[in-house]
């Protein structure tokens, strides 16, 4: 799951055996976060640019004008106010980018995936004004966190840039106690890596945290609510669960709760299929259970978690598990 969500081999990467354990982390989820940020779009800023050139577009500065331009040979200096990808922001950016490539971990992080690299290249081609020199007035123009409305992602990609390139020491708690490991949050990481294989047929997978993608309960407006997946177009609603159900052969012997929540869904979007989706150890047959009142499927979809000798043996099963996924998903209920 770390390997899908964080777009990386974490098992085949040259870690430090020195003290920099945690700098390594810190570039290892740096991708991540790129990405993220970079699905909202480059960010823009409003910059002041000065000029002095014929084709005037913003104010006149007349003390400069007289500095540069007499005698008079057609310039006027001027200033104009634009929003512009080339802020200090993304330099923040361009900086931690050049950081990591002298990093041994480098090549592996920014070119072992096609969408890293391509997403690197982008903030690469936006910041012509690079310079290395640059990189303590970078950061000191970055103490200030960037909080837009929009722009959401790039505040916490602004704060691992931060950290990356001033080393800063990451603790859990007030202690100064040494970091043995990480805790991930394993609900959270599964439904990371669904997203990564069911975004491509088109699901949509909320976001509570910054309120996006919730449906309404009510015509109002109100009410919202945020199920883990939905298909707008087929109104196919999942349910992602990290825990133990694949001992059960039908959706009612499902934790009561999470099957009301589900069918609540459903009945909101007018949905005709939902289930829900766990890792299994073994490789059941479920049939489909059909609701009363207005009627609907709801499924069990277990995903095969493979057993394996090797990584290589693993990432090959594993792949297979994903593939009866979408078949199944686009045989049982139409979609393509």
């Known amino acids: 799951m770390l390997c899908q969500v964080y777009s990386?081999?974490?098992?085949?990467?040259?870690f430090s055996q020195s003290h920099d354990q945690v700098l390594d982390m810190l570039i290892l989820l740096f991708p991540y976060y790129l990405a993220n940020a970079i699905k909202q779009?480059?960010?823009?800023?409003?910059?002041?640019?000065h000029h002095n050139k014929s084709?005037?577009?913003?104010?006149?500065?007349?003390?400069?004008?007289?500095?540069r331009n007499i005698p008079f040979q057609g310039n006027i200096a001027f200033r104009e106010r634009l929003k512009s990808v080339d802020n200090p922001l993304t330099q923040l950016v361009r900086h931690t980018i050049e950081f990591i490539r002298v990093h041994p971990m480098g090549t592996a992080i920014l070119e072992r995936d096609r969408d890293i690299r391509a997403f690197v290249s982008l903030i690469e081609n936006s910041t012509p004004t690079y310079s290395r020199r640059d990189r303590t007035k970078i950061i000191n123009d970055n103490l200030r966190p960037k909080v837009h409305p929009y722009y959401s992602e790039y505040r916490p990609l602004q704060q691992?840039?931060?950290q990356i390139l001033q080393y800063e020491e990451v603790s859990m708690g007030a202690d100064n106690h040494q970091i043995y490991?990480?805790?991930?949050?394993?609900?959270?990481?599964?439904?990371?890596?669904?997203?990564?294989?069911?975004?491509r047929k088109g699901f949509v997978h909320p976001m509570n945290?910054?309120?996006?993608?919730?449906?309404s309960l009510f015509a109002?407006?109100?009410?919202?609510?945020?199920?883990?997946?939905?298909?707008?177009?087929t109104k196919v609603v999942l349910d992602a669960k990290y825990k133990r159900i694949d001992n059960r052969s039908r959706v009612s012997e499902v934790d009561r709760d999470d099957v009301h929540q589900v069918i609540s869904y459903m009945h909101v979007l007018k949905s005709s299929c939902g289930g829900f989706m766990f890792p299994s150890?073994?490789?059941?047959?479920?049939?489909?259970?059909?609701?009363?009142?207005?009627?609907?499927?709801?499924?069990?979809?277990?995903?095969?978690v493979p057993q394996a000798d090797s990584w290589s043996e693993f990432t090959s099963k594993i792949k297979i598990s994903e593939i009866n996924l979408t078949t199944e998903l686009e045989t049982l209920i139409g979609l393509k």
């Not at 150890?281 to 995903?303: A, N, W």
């Open 281 to 304: 150890q073994y490789e059941p047959k479920t049939s489909p259970s059909v609701l009363c009142g207005y009627g609907g499927d709801m499924r069990l979809f277990p995903i095969h």
């Open 209 to 215: 945290k910054i309120g996006k993608g919730h449906i």
């Open 8 to 14: 990386i081999n974490v098992f085949d990467l040259p």
């Open 41 to 49: 779009g480059l960010y823009k800023e409003y910059r002041t640019f």
């Open 55 to 67: 084709d005037v577009r913003g104010v006149i500065e007349v003390n400069r004008h007289i500095q």
């Open 181 to 199: 490991g990480l805790l991930f949050d394993g609900a959270w990481l599964w439904e990371e890596y669904l997203n990564t294989i069911l975004s």
């Open 160 to 162: 691992i840039c931060m």
């Open 220 to 233: 109002d407006g109100s009410g919202w609510r945020y199920p883990d997946f939905y298909h707008p177009q």
